[in-house]
DNA sequence: ATGAAAGCGCTAACAT
DNA sequence: ATGTTAGCGCTTTCAT
């Protein structure tokens, strides 16, 4: 059995290849009883139009690449990502869209890529997710006019974004922290060279200024998102006494969690903890975590339609979203205000 | 800047585009001295060839597709599948190839999507992963022709597959546990509709045989790779005085330890506790978990390179590739025989 | 409303 | 060794 092409279509059902196009494209000028006819061998036959050639001849490809911007090593420590592309496909797979994955390992191969990303006329479109403050990847997409979203809010203008409110987030947990009577509040960052990690540190900043509280930089500890990052950095913040520390992910804070278990600090009596994110991890770790819950699918599914629209209508002034985030009490805090 | 085409390359190098293609595809009739000159021009310029033409000239387009024939919710609960991921797009970068992601999140999309797969004449050929037992894919995918390998064994004989040996890793695991003297050893499996489930318990089994013992259906529970799924089945076996658990993946032990603390049963001492996966969660658990190490991303790096094999060498009779599984003793076990 | 024909960027015979 | 030419399957004017 040959490939089935329009042309093949086209002759099954008596018509030229034009019509056919214009059935499948579901363009108006055709009458129906044609119209029905092609539908009929179309379905009958299994036909499905060659991207490539569909590419090739102007038109949509319907596919869409996923760039993460972060050695994949980091990456999958952390649910995340694979929350991010369920949301992502969730959204791709009623459109017809097919999703293409750009990951790299080493900064060599990110070099690599980029420009294969840049030129690669496959795809219709970006989300570029797991971005840096000082990424080129932007600025070289918007010379190259290829539609993005961004998964994280990004300064420039013309730059459509999906983002959670990080410093509001924050600012809530951290508040609460401080309404539950703590005074040597703690702070473990993600990667700072993260516009998230820092919205999250900004906003321990900001909750603590608020409430008038000084702010002594050695309680905050750098981490990388990474559970071991999180363990060590607890285990430095134990040395100053702190009576709480507010988490910039679940993850971390379940390295937290395992540093205070090993040194026989009583969660949440005698330092209380508070996470990101709400993904499992949360539920399950003991005591179970309180933390900040970010739509993390939503921020998937958003990006994909915001890309749609671009691909559709051009979308002029740029689209920017933040969701909203949520406090989600349970244990490690230590009280439900 | 109009988009860079072969045409425009030969321009600007005072070739044909002939020689700019073959060129770029490194064919050997071309002097020395010409191909030097277009390759200069197409490192100043950037040029990257467009896959979808390519792809429509008859050649490869460079594009892999992942199934993972698993719905997304369950996928991504296990460290297992991004893992995977890692080793696949680890193998994909250097060759330059694109790797396209299918997923589906009901058992409609599964439906919509498999004739998609199967017609889209974009992507060389494809990695199957997560895929059960009776899954019609495979047939259809032979039908086809469409190149393949697929991540688990597979009965027939046409199928090129990479696994890792799930039979002996379980055998291994769960002889240690005899050895070390315990009497009602239970088992809590994995979705018996995979063929690695199957084999795991397979595994189990025979270790319990081999050495004698009686097997006592009752003391098999079914889980599903959730965390969740292995908390409830250890709540049922807690019924059943058994005194060790071989457990099909780390992140069910993960729940299976869960349940015992909440009922304070000590681990190891009145029950002991082992895993299968050795990925991040085992060494993180409280205590740290024993389990059974398999080397999930040398399965997806084999796995490009199979694929790759096929394509360019047609690979008669088809390779199939088991990989050796070990068992890691830390604490859950209670002893190092 | 439909068909004919050109062309998207590339590869691979086929010439020279 | 290099250039010329004919498609690959599709969309899209342009005719009719």
């Keep these: 059995m040959t490939r089935l092409t329009l042309e093949s279509i086209a002759e099954l059902a008596g018509v030229s290849r034009s019509t056919v196009s214009r059935v499948v494209n579901n363009h108006v000028s055709v009458r129906p009883e044609v119209r029905e006819r092609v539908l009929a061998v179309i379905e009958q036959t299994g036909y499905q139009p060659d991207p490539a050639a569909r590419r090739l001849a102007g038109q949509r490809a319907n596919i ?27 959204a791709c797979n009623p459109q017809d869209l097919t999703l293409s994955l750009f990951l790299f390992h080493t900064k060599e191969e990110e070099a690599n890529l980029y420009p294969k990303i840049l030129h690669n006329n496959l795809f219709d479109g970006l989300i570029i997710a797991g971005m840096h403050v000082d990424d080129p990847l932007v600025s070289q997409l918007i010379e190259n006019d290829i539609p993005f979203v961004t998964v994280g809010r990004h300064e420039s203008p013309k730059v459509n974004y999906i983002d959670t409110d990080n410093m509001a987030g924050s600012h809530t947990a951290v508040t609460h922290l401080i309404r539950l009577g703590r005074q040597r509040i703690g702070h473990i960052t993600g990667h700072l060279n993260n516009r998230a990690s820092l919205d999250r540190q900004d906003g321990y900043l900001n909750a603590l200024r608020d409430r008038g509280r000084a702010i002594d930089p050695t309680l905050i500890e750098r981490g990388d998102y990474t559970e071991a990052s999180a363990y060590e950095a607890m285990h430095r913040l134990l040395a100053k006494n702190v009576d709480a520390v507010f988490v910039a992910s679940d993850s971390m804070a379940l390295g937290a969690l395992r540093a205070l278990r090993e040194a026989n600090v009583k969660v949440p009596d005698d330092i209380a903890i508070v996470g990101f994110d709400d993904l499992p991890p949360a539920t399950l770790s003991v005591p179970p975590l309180t933390t900040v819950r970010q739509p993390i699918r939503r921020v998937g599914i958003l990006a994909v339609e915001t890309l749609l629209d671009i691909l559709d209508n051009g979308l002029e002034p740029a689209r920017r979203v933040i969701l909203p985030t949520e406090l989600v009490v349970r244990e490690t805090c230590g009280g439900r205000i």
């Excluded at 869409?64 to 969730?90: H, K, M, N």
């Design 64 to 90: 869409i690449g996923l760039v993460i911007a972060e050695p994949a090593q980091s990456l999958f420590a952390d649910p995340y990502f694979p929350r991010l592309i369920q949301g992502i496909t969730q």
